[in-house]
């Protein structure tokens, strides 16, 4: 099977979620862009300033993004109101996982950490 383009992203993408309807792209700018698979129509569905976006995951209600500087932080979908979950984990969030109501993360500092986020 052969990968198909569908959108470039002027700034630096980090990480990626997908839905398979939507691919969520965490930025080097701090922005979550919302592109549609299908046609690349590209939205912003938040801006986090001053960090990085460099994990993604969701739990098909929210976006749940993870930052260089080591927060935590999500993102109703339908409204797109932010929520910071974590904001002081000392290291910069690598990537993150959810099943059910538990949250995985890994930093970049070699640590894990679990959270629920019901």
Known sequence: MAVTFFRRVEEKPLSVYSDGTYAYVGTSRGRILKITISNGTKATLKWIRGCKVTALCSDGTS????????????????????????????????????????????????????????
């Open 63 to 118: 976006i749940y993004a993870g930052d260089n500087k080591g927060r935590l932080h999500q993102i109703v979908i339908a409204t797109a109101a932010l929520t910071t979950l974590e904001s002081d984990l000392r290291s910069p969030i690598l990537s993150a996982s959810i099943s059910a109501t538990t949250i995985v993360l890994t930093l970049a500092n070699g640590k894990l950490y679990t959270r629920s986020v019901a």
